[in-house]
């Protein structure tokens, strides 16, 4: 075999110097399309003054069926040869040589020594003998960890001989390969981590685990958040990786980092105010986004009515957001899913963060209770805040006197039982409070608890079975002594998951089941004074179950086409004990029109449904660096947020599918075009998505929405459809990496019913309380040095739409307003730009502490943004409008992390 070498190296001594240009540069012109490659490597030779050497039969029949026009002829030899035993090896600037390397032993001896060269530690794997299962397919798993953590990287790439093939782990941080036996060199790659190198013989099945640790300098070129943080045209279609510690980077309110704030940064979303921590996907309501702690969802995600949200960056590992192809293992919410995991504890050292702002402090630590085994990650957060409410100056209410506090804190165990299972436990909890002096005072609060099981039974299957409970709840105290009273509200979920997940061959499988109760406690009103006239009101409980089978495969039919469906089977049961009202037929549902009391006793059920949920998505690489990706969900959701706002508030209440009230059923597809350029520097996108929802809530005019034992007498069901195009660009390479995304889209609601009085806008379709046609956001980070870094946002969408009054007149001595058809108007367009300037420490390895600093400046050029529109009565008796303005003002800010290990 290495006798064929002897002329080849013989005749590559004829001739060109070290300083001429490389043949493979050679810049192809389209003209070789439809020709044998024998005759245009003459050609070039000629053209090139250069020697290519080959064995005529290697090539002989190859012919060129495309243009490569702009392409090297190193780019198009490449393709070429791919899964063929040919290669090209470059002897001399001019001197090219055509060998057959079956066993790709050439390629990965240079890769190997290209990796040492570099410095880099390379690791040897060996499975299996030499020609025990020659040309047979091994199967080689593995698990790529953060070496100080032992914490799962999600999505890190894995290349196998720098092009033969590559794949990516999974949100756990596994992965698999299917080879020939043979000898390979495999290369792991993580954001931010040092690259590791593989020297991997597999001549049998094996196992390998991956610890990668952290770059000891920050790199020059910074991968930006959102899509861009995978491939652009391998990644599934509708889902974004956040990365957190680009988000740390972003300019954040008051040096505050909000992982929901970041979400309303990306395509498609947006958010109708400051206030306001819920975030709208693709036309849809607040609602209809499922947020997942630890598997557990989560009904309220904000402090302080909106301005942060309740999870502590410094404790969150990875974030997955979904807005379209939805997997079948997510439901329950019509429009997106924010799947958020928490980080493991260090399993080897103990580390802590310290953070104070101006608003905040928070701490985190986490490291061994019994090294190598078992692991603890504990954070906490609290404000004081009371200065910021405080300095808010509006006609609307009068905040000098209120006040504000609330915590946030988060604990994980995690314990290695073995080498196939872990063992770990999750609690969440936080506490809001907020009142207006002499008047009210709010609170709400979130507790979480959960255990979950990981374990590998093979290879190939693997599972894990998760165990919580969720509370939330909130409370309204009036402290007038003449109305003193409280009013109360919870919600009690215990949830069972098991899932499975199966890697054999060409396909992924992952399959489960899903058991969820509830317990709402709509409503309780209660006075807290003996001189209270507040009445004593008490909602009865209402109970639920929601479980789900589901199955997902995602199949790849060819390195070129890559498919994912699923079906999910959903079921939900109202039950007793509970009364259930019914009215006279024909007539509008109203206390007046009520006939009779239906009583279910405890355990009995009410009502029932259940769907079928399909899923599909499709990625075609039609040409290299582009992809077109289809994408479609069914999603039923049982559970209506009950609201007469735009935005979350602590006050809302969860309504469950039941008697009156029926599933909301959306069905969305969305298609796009996506392309990287020069080799991956730069990417556009455009994806375009229609949504039907049936059964959309919304309330009648003048509802009456709390402690309301009729809701089905103030609430209607009827059509929602949204419609949009969504295109981004994004430079991903050098000193200034950022995105500019715009986005185009409608989100209309039609509610028509058997009379005006059960109808909304006369029937007609209006605008939903969200619909913001025109979203541009754009994002920049400029690495000035490797410390230093100045980050900016700018984002801008259209004022939503709202319903105003047109007229007032007199009747019996009183003023009446006649207002305009349901959202007819709207406030005026939102605009911001936010700065920031980061300063890292210095980034030795060796040292204990690195402290970050953070000057930050919100809303740069002071926008008073509106959030609403009030109206108030003149002396002329006419509405007069004026605005309200949560920030609107420039609000400059300073904050320090402090980092010990």
Known sequence: MRTRWIPILWLCLIGNTLMAQNILDHMMNGSEQGRQLLEVLSEIADEEQASIFFLPRWIDGIQINKSYSSKSLGFMLEELFENTELDAVLMYPKVLVLIKDPTKDIQRREALISALM???????YEFGEPGSSSNQEVLIEGEIIDWTTGEELPFATVSVNDSLMSTASNDQGKFSLKLLAGSYVLRFNFLDYTEKVVDLHAFDNGKIYVELEKESTQLDEVVVQGERTQ??????????????????????????????????????????????????????????????????????????????????????????????????????????????????????????????????????????????????????????SNWLVNAIRTDYADLSDSKVNF?????????????????????????????LEGDTTYRWHNLQVSVRLDHQFTPQLGSDFTLGHTVYGYNVDNEDPRQASRLSYQINLTSFQSAFHLDKAEHKLDFGWQLTHYRFQP???????????????????????????????????????????????????????????????????????????????????????????????????FASEASLKIGYNRIYQFL??????????????????????????????????????????????????????????????GARLILNNHLETELLQGKGEA???????????????????????????????????????????????????????????????????????????????????????????NSVAYFSGRNQYRIPDYHRLDLALVVEGNHNKRKKWKGTWVFSIYNAYARKNPYTIFFRTSRAGVPEPYQLSIVGTILPSVSYNLKLN
Not at 641 to 665: E, H, K
Not at 763 to 776: A, F, K, M, T
């Open 118 to 124: 570099q410095g880099k530690k390379v690791e040897t």
């Open 231 to 384: 491939d652009l045209t391998k990644s599934k279609i509708g889902r974004t990786y956040l990365n957190v510690r680009d988000i740390k980077l972003a300019p954040a309110f008051l040096g505050e980092v909000d992982l929901v704030k970041q979400v309303q940064t990306l395509p498609g979303v947006t958010t109708v105010g400051e206030a306001a921590t819920g975030f709208n996907v693709r036309g849809g309501s607040v609602d209809q986004n499922l947020i997942l702690y630890d598997g557990m969802p989560v009904f309220n995600s904000s402090h302080v009515f909106g301005f942060l949200t309740t999870f502590i960056p410094e404790a969150v590992n990875d974030v997955s957001f979904y807005k379209g192809g939805i997997p079948a293992n997510y439901g329950g919410r019509a429009s997106s899913v924010l799947d958020i995991k928490s980080k493991d504890g260090d399993l080897n050292r103990w580390n802590a963060n310290i953070g104070i702002g101006m608003i905040t402090s928070k701490a985190m630590v986490d490291g061994p209770l019994k090294e190598g085994k078992t692991a603890m990650a504990a954070s906490l957060r609290s404000t004081y």
């Open 407 to 435: 915590y946030d804190a988060t604990l994980k165990l995690t314990h290695l039982v073995s080498d196939d299972t872990k063992l770990s436990f999750t609690g969440y909890s936080s506490k809001d409070a907020f009142s």
């Open 523 to 621: 409503g309780k009103l209660e006075p807290t004074s003996g001189n209270s006239n507040a009445a004593n009101i008490t909602m009865d409980n209402q109970y639920s179950i929601e479980s789900a089978f589901y199955l997902n495969d995602e199949w790849e039919l060819n390195d070129k086409l890559r498919l994912e469906g699923g079906l999910r089977v959903p079921m939900f049961f109202s039950f007793g004990p509970a009364e259930v009202f019914t009215y006279e037929l024909g007539e509008v549902k109203q206390v007046s029109t009520i006939t009779d009391t239906l009583s279910y006793k405890g355990g009995k059920l009410i009502k029932a449904y259940f769907g079928l949920e399909p899923r599909l998505s499709v990625n075609w690489e």
């Open 640 to 701: 209506h947020l009950v609201t007469n706002t735009a935005a979350v508030t602590p006050v809302d209440i969860w309504q469950p599918s039941g008697y009156y009230f029926r599933p909301q059923r959306a069905d969305q597809i969305s298609a796009g075009l996506f392309k990287d350029f020069r080799d991956k520097a730069y990417g556009l996108s455009t994806e375009v998505f229609y949504k039907f929802i049936e059964n959309q809530i919304d309330f009648k005019d």
């Open 723 to 813: 419609y949009g195009v969504e295109t981004s660009v994004f430079k991903n390479q050098g000193k200034l990496t950022g995105s500019l995304s715009y986005t185009y889209s409608r989100s209309f609601r039609t509610i028509a019913g058997a009379s005006t009085s059960e109808s909304i806008n006369k029937g007609e379709r209006y605008p939903s309380s969200y619909d913001q046609p025109h979203i541009v956001n754009l994002g920049w980070k400029l690495a000035m040095s490797k410390r230093h870094f100045f980050t900016g946002n700018f984002t801008y969408h259209t004022g939503r739409p709202v319903t105003i009054p047109l007229a007032v007149f007199g009747y019996d001595n």
